[in-house]
């Protein structure tokens, strides 16, 4: 079982739609999470932090259920902007080091 | 907020010759550095972690001796691929863990490598 999984995708929604993401992780003693967005070709970048008391940004909702061990992303109201790969990180103290794990991304692709 | 740079951001290169690649934050002191590779349409591969002032933790799969990592400094980590190979052309990123804020990573804008 991978250490972090992610519904591959791709998510096609029409603009102004609701989208929920999932990301599950395997270890219990993972201490930080992230949802990053990515678009192609470029560097990842932090869309927000994950707290156990769940957050919100804007549009942006990002929920964490450690007794199940799940984040979750959700976007309302979808932009074409919104159209990228989204992320699931994890950290946890590993050894004596942080392990950084990716999850290997959900495609989301918003069209008119 | 924070800043990472990276350099080169792309470079060309025949095959057998080595690369650096160097991975800076620029307002804040990174303990750890993580060195990625991402080949097209596929997710961030986690090469190795980086520690400042230790070996780097290479994950499997990983060859330490044609992948060498230094992080000599809190502010600089790089990455040499040695003898490069057309099958080492990937897209390198780094990025670092940043304890002034709160955990979270910072990415260099990358740096797409092609060996000819």
């Avoid at chain 1, 070709?41 to 919100?56: A, D, F, I, Q, T």
């Avoid at chain 2, 160097?22 to 590779?37: G, N």
Wanted: charged share 20%; hydrophobic share 35%; proline share 4%.
């Amino acid at each position: 079982r991978k250490e972090v999984e992610q519904d591959p995708g791709p998510f096609n929604v029409p603009e102004g739609a609701t989208v929920a993401f999932n990301c599950t992780y395997s270890n219990s003693a993972s201490q930080s999470f992230f949802w990053y967005r990515q678009d192609c070709r470029k560097e990842p970048k932090l869309l927000m932090s994950v707290y156990s008391s769940g957050n919100e940004d804007g549009r942006f909702t990002a929920q964490l259920n450690r007794a199940s061990q799940y984040i979750s992303l959700l976007i309302r109201d979808s932009k074409l902007s919104d159209s990228a790969t989204y992320l699931c990180v994890v950290i946890l103290l590993s050894g004596g080091y942080n392990k950084l794990i990716f999850g290997a991304g959900t495609r989301l692709a918003v069209h008119p | 907020g924070a800043v990472v740079s990276q350099h080169p951001s792309w470079v060309i290169c025949k095959s057998g010759t080595s690369v650096k690649i160097e991975c800076r934050s620029l307002d804040f002191q990174a303990t750890t550095m993580f060195w990625y590779r991402q080949f097209p349409k596929q997710s961030l591969m986690l090469m190795a972690t980086s520690n400042e002032g230790s070996k780097a933790t290479y994950e499997q799969g990983v060859e330490k001796d044609k992948f060498l990592i230094n992080h000599a400094s809190l502010t600089l980590s790089t990455l040499t691929v040695t003898s490069a190979h057309p099958e080492d052309s990937s897209f390198y990123i780094c990025s670092a863990l940043s304890d002034r804020y709160t955990g979270e990573l910072f990415f260099g804008e990358g740096s797409r490598l092609t060996v000819l």
